[in-house]
């Protein structure tokens, strides 16, 4: 076949997958009438740190698909593990019975899990790892006779996941108002947004005094609700949602003096930062604390099948271990055979090619990079930590003014998120909180690739300041 023949060809086929996804895919978090109007950009293919379009347009993905393709795309090794599984034992459910790769993945994630956390419950994904971890904190309060301990507190804009319970803990009011009311119990405290740090009244020219201002905030919730009645805090190391706020030195051991204090457990929400994307295996451990549960997902298996799960700490998970106690909760699929093959295949991985070092010691280059995009004049703030970085976009510099809903709604829906899909570069214009534009490639990459992906976003958004 001829290159034009050739062309011709995918161009048929392309039409004809707009046509049906336009009448039949519902997209997630996903406008329709856009997809109506416009179709939808079609990925067919994935190597390295690159993807393609259906039309065969190459892009760098600088989002890991979403927080996902850590160990990077195209792994032959991967699609054979979940091969030779599935073709071994294609499915077999954690329900009374188990199976030799879930066995395996539970004891190789609690050998990497700090301390105590020795007990791995599996689910399909982050929502549900949530969802586990809030039903454990629960039961495990009245298990221990507390029972009016059910609250929990999150930060605000904290995205952590879908599932009613999980929405509860999520701090995104505009994401939960059509499903109202939702699970009751969740109560919000300031994040760690260092750079709004006045907006919030909170010290904001001392790092460490910030934190220890926003630390207090948790304590000061659990005292207003009565310590007797929260169960559990739950925080990103790093928080995703609002652009990649890291947590200020001695944040994180504060929050654990606080939550020791006041007999309320600790939930160290994982699903975006473990597995490399800040550097360890779990990101906890970048930051010297130990909590009661980790939850995770996505990176685990970098995506070649779906995986999370919920690590409890052996002082959480005791009173289960007792008698008839059970834990009245669980899904068909959580630590599926191949999901769980496939994730031991990429933790080989990990460790033979050192990607968690790679991170730990590219990771000032990277920041180093994205600082650059500062003399833009609406660059506000880069932030961020190991792979994981946010620039935050505003209207005036020195003031830190932000874009209004309608310049936000041109700036990031009309223009950015397609310009920089234009110019080559897959990553995520988010307003969840104020505008940043969120990276968080695969870790397979480095100095040169940080470069490219500055060149792309120096051009991209001084483009966008002559259009405001
Ligand atoms: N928790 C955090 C911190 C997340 O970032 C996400 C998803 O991005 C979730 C939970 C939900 O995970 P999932 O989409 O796999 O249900």
Excluded at 112 to 133: K, W
Excluded at 163 to 185: C, H, N, Y
Excluded at 257 to 271: F, G, T
Aim: net charge negative; proline share 6%; glycine share 10%.
């Amino acid at each position: 076949m001829s290159i034009a023949a050739d062309h011709a060809t995918r161009t048929h086929d392309v039409a004809e997958l707009q046509a049906k996804a336009r009448d039949h895919l519902w997209m997630h978090f996903t406008r329709q009438s856009t997809l109506e109007r416009d179709g939808v950009p079609i990925i067919v293919r994935g190597e390295g740190h690159h993807i393609w379009d259906a039309d065969g347009k190459r892009y760098f993905d600088g989002l890991a698909g979403l927080f996902v393709v850590n160990a990077g795309h195209g792994r032959r090794r991967l699609a054979e593990a979940a091969a030779r599984q599935a073709e071994q034992l294609a499915f077999f459910p954690l329900w009374s019975y188990a199976h030799p790769s879930a066995i395996e993945l539970a004891d190789r994630l609690a050998a990497r899990a700090p301390g105590e956390l020795n007990r791995v419950f599996f689910t399909t994904g982050g929502g549900e790892a949530v969802e586990t971890a809030f039903k454990l904190a629960k039961h495990y309060w009245k298990l221990r006779g507390k029972p009016a301990k059910h609250k929990v507190i999150s930060r605000s804009v904290a995205y952590h996941g879908t599932p009613q319970g999980a929405l509860a803990i999520t701090g995104i009011p505009s994401m939960k108002a059509m499903f109202e009311p939702i699970t009751p119990g969740g109560f919000r405290v300031p994040n760690t947004n260092f750079y709004r740090a006045a907006e919030m009244s909170a010290p904001g020219d001392d790092l460490e005094a910030f934190g220890r201002w926003a630390a207090d905030r948790i304590e000061e919730m659990i005292e207003f609700e009565g310590p007797d009645t929260v169960a559990a805090v739950f925080l990103e190391p790093v928080q995703n949602s609002g652009g990649c706020f890291p947590p200020p030195p001695g944040y994180f051991q504060r929050v654990r003096e606080i939550c020791d204090r006041h007999d309320v457990l600790l939930v160290s929400d994982e699903v975006i930062c473990a597995f490399g994307r800040i550097g360890p295996t779990f990101a906890c451990e970048a930051y010297g604390y130990e909590p009661d549960m980790i939850t995770f997902a996505k990176g685990v298996t970098s995506g070649y099948s779906p995986l999370g799960g919920t690590v409890v700490s052996e002082r959480v998970y005791e009173p289960f271990s007792k008698g008839d106690t059970t834990f009245y909760h669980g899904y068909t699929f959580g630590g599926h055979p191949v999901s769980t093959a496939v994730a031991l295949a990429n933790l080989d991985i990990f460790e033979e090619e050192g990607l968690n070092d790679r991170v730990r010691e590219n990771s000032p280059l990277f920041r180093a990079a994205l600082e650059k995009l500062r003399d833009l004049p609406i660059v506000g703030d880069v932030r961020g930590d190991g792979y994981f970085f946010g620039i935050e976009l505003v209207k005036d510099k020195t003031t830190r003014e932000t874009f209004n809903e309608d310049e936000s709604e041109r700036l990031l829906r009309g223009f950015l998120s397609k310009a920089l899909f234009e110019a080559g570069l897959y990553c995520r214009a988010d307003d969840r909180g104020d505008p940043v534009i969120q990276l968080a490639p695969p870790l397979t990459i480095g100095p040169a690739e940080f470069d490219e992906i500055e060149q792309i976003l120096r051009g991209v958004l001084t483009e966008a300041w002559t259009r405001l």
